[in-house]
């Protein structure tokens, strides 16, 4: 498990090299994210999957707000069921540019 070292150069962040920190120092790992281009969604609710993988409850006003950050507000508002709304794996109801929008709004949630 772990991040792959480069093979050639450093991953330097505010000019510590990453490969100087120590596991137990992995705090700054929590803050990374990795956006493809083929968001891993499920069959679950909306709610469901922009919580996915959080390890605290998050409020519908969070929710909403993260869901605004990333201009899918107007989307969310025309959905009939709002969080409670049904997604599939290929989350048909949404363009691919929304379920990456989805996605970064699930990471903004770990914050």
Known sequence: EGLISP???????????LASLDEGEGSWREGLFYLTQDVLLFTRTLRQNISYGL???VGDGELVSALKSVDLLPWFE?????FDTMMDTRASIMSGGQRQRLEIARMLLFK
């Open 7 to 17: 093979s050639e150069g450093k991953v330097v962040i505010q000019g510590v090299d």
């Open 78 to 82: 025309s959905l009939p069921d709002g």
């Open 55 to 57: 390890k605290r409850p």
